[in-house]
């Protein structure tokens, strides 16, 4: 590859081509340093509305505003090269009607580079999935727990339990028949998550689901150990990076109210040091 040559981002086509195939890895991220991290490793990375919650202290991600996609949108498509981008529609931006929703699925994509937007919702939602994808906006639907939805949900429950089953399956259904290239299960029991999957012929990316999905997402914040409020049975830790944090950020304390930072090799020094140790 030359110097100048930029590597190919991952579109949609090549997420929808991996259904059945090696399972699809995405995280969350919000930032540069973060999205740098997961360009390697991640096919997609999910501008998530969770960050509200976790990097803005919100209750819950209603009070996501269009201007905080953007924001973080844009810091994280500078991390990215390999990896597919996916943003968040966040609450209020795309339900009132599929124009509102164009409307605002265009400026997403256009002021970040997204490669895809995602919404909350199933079969209600199946004629804005359309409406976009007609006009050239890939879609990636989220189904089954949806956070906008807390409110009519009743809280953050499992969805599709007992007789809840159909509901969920045909809201996948209806997604997947709408032109959605991809579809989030959040919360749903796992047989159910594995049925929808041999049901569907687009990716399910599973979260709190199945290890049968076709795919895997999880907030960044919450398996790194920096989101500590509350876990999910869902989140795996892979990380405490709070507790690292917090650590060192204890020690800083410490040194600073003992005079012991900044030391010799911290500080400068009268004279003008050699060439080499201008630092
Ligand atoms: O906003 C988010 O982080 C999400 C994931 C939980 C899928 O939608």
């Given at each position: 590859m030359s110097a100048t040559a930029k590597k190919k981002a991952l579109m949609p086509q090549d997420i929808r081509a991996r259904k059945g195939g090696v399972p699809i890895v995405s995280l969350t991220a919000y930032t540069t340093p973060m999205a740098q991290m997961m360009d390697a490793h991640c096919d997609f990375v999910l501008v998530g509305d969770s960050v509200g919650m976790?990097?803005?202290?919100?209750?819950?991600?209603?009070?996501?505003t269009m201007d905080m996609m953007i924001l973080h949108g844009q810091a994280v498509a500078r991390g990215l090269s390999r990896a597919m981008m996916v943003i968040d529609m966040p609450f209020g931006s795309y339900e009132q009607s599929p124009q509102q929703g164009f409307a605002n699925a265009a400026r997403l994509m256009a002021e970040t580079g997204a490669g895809a937007v995602k919404l909350e919702g199933g079969r209600h939602m199946a004629d804005t999935i359309a409406f976009l994808v007609a006009r050239g906006i890939p879609v990636m639907a989220h189904i089954g727990l949806t956070p906008q939805s807390i409110n009519t949900l009743g809280g953050y429950t499992v969805q599709g339990r007992d007789a809840g089953a159909q509901a969920v399956t045909e809201d996948a259904k209806a997604v997947a028949q709408a032109g959605a290239f991809a579809v989030v299960l959040e919360k749903v029991p796992e047989k159910l998550a594995d049925v929808i999957t041999a049901q569907v012929d687009i990716p399910t990316i599973g979260i709190g689901a199945s290890?049968?999905?076709d795919g895997q997402i999880l907030v960044v914040d919450d398996m790194l150990g920096l989101f500590t409020a509350f876990k999910a049975k869902f989140v795996k830790r892979y990380a405490d990076l709070g507790d690292a944090a917090e650590a060192a950020i204890a020690q800083y304390a410490k040194e600073v109210r003992a005079r012991s930072f900044p030391a010799a090799e911290h500080v400068f020094a009268n004279t003008s040091p050699a060439q080499k140790d201008r630092k």
């Open positions: 976790v990097l803005h202290g919100l209750p819950s991600t209603l009070g996501v290890a049968g999905c």
